[in-house]
């Protein structure tokens, strides 16, 4: 299945971000840790997503174990990929990208939180 | 635990709450069936013990796993010589629940006298979110519709969800309520048909129109 393992959130996020060309613009690092940082935004505006992991710490990935099982609900993957790349936008000076970044950070929390997105 | 029960509530309930998780669903099914057995009493359980002279307390638990008794329904005592109550008529004692799993009688006890308690007990949360072990396997498939309208009614409840909804929250609430009271005169009445044909309107019971 699309988007199950921290490999496929990559490639997938280097599609969107158009950064499929050695060398990256954006390293794998940079990517997982957006990753990370949307789960831990996922926790706090959706606690249900991450219910087993309410006494324990979140899960967290590295680039070093590309072929981890990345435990996002199915029905919420898209919006982790839309938070990784706005993301990683965030750190482009260009103008242009300001207004995808602010649409896209929007849009993961809006699918988190409501039906109609 | 009836699987198939159970995973059918779950479909259902997903087909009406877009982007609800089974895992909240679950815990959202054993806050429903707990109020529900609290609010109605349908789960009964059935013990017989004797009295002792001189002791008024008398330590009760729930005998089905992963239950606790919620309230006394009945109290009986039977004549020593009749203990099944086949030719004579069984007598009510008076006893309430000083603390939790503690009944009392009213009286003290002057000698030995076989009881029949009947109780209604619900649920006990357990470590095992998504199981349901003591809940009879009948009860799924008579209270469906109620387990049902409960778990709505709580899911669209909820804040900054997908499925939050306000409105249909409250009337699959009200419907719960009504629901819930239905099943309660059912059970009182022995699900015989026309046992009881009218009962208190649910809106009597509040408060505001007294």
Known sequence: MALSTVTQYISAARQLLQDEAIPYRYSDDDIVLALNLAIGEASRIRPDMFQDYMFTTLPTYTSGSPGDTVVVPAAYRMAFLYYIVGHNQLADQEDTTDARTSMLLNKFVAQLTSMPS | MSDFAIQRLVTNLLTQLPGALIGTL???I???VSTFCRKSNVWNETQSFNTRVDKQVYEMSAESPDAFITQLLLLETYDPADPNGVVTMPTQ???????????KFKNMPTEV?????????????????????GIPETFWDTYHDVIMEGVLSRMMAHAAKPYSNERLGI??????????SMAKNDKYNGFVRGGQN?????????????
């Open chain 2, 26 to 28: 679950k815990l959202e």
């Open chain 2, 30 to 32: 054993f806050n429903t």
């Open chain 2, 93 to 103: 004692i008076a006893a309430w629940f000083e603390e939790p799993n503690q009944l």
């Open chain 2, 113 to 133: 006298q076989r009881m029949r308690a009947t109780f209604a007990v619900a649920p006990r949360p357990t470590d095992r979110m998504d199981q349901y072990p």
């Open chain 2, 171 to 180: 009337f699959h609430g009200r419907r719960f309520e009504s629901m819930s």
């Open chain 2, 198 to 210: 009218w009962s208190f309107p649910s809106d009597t019971a509040r408060r505001s129109s007294r």
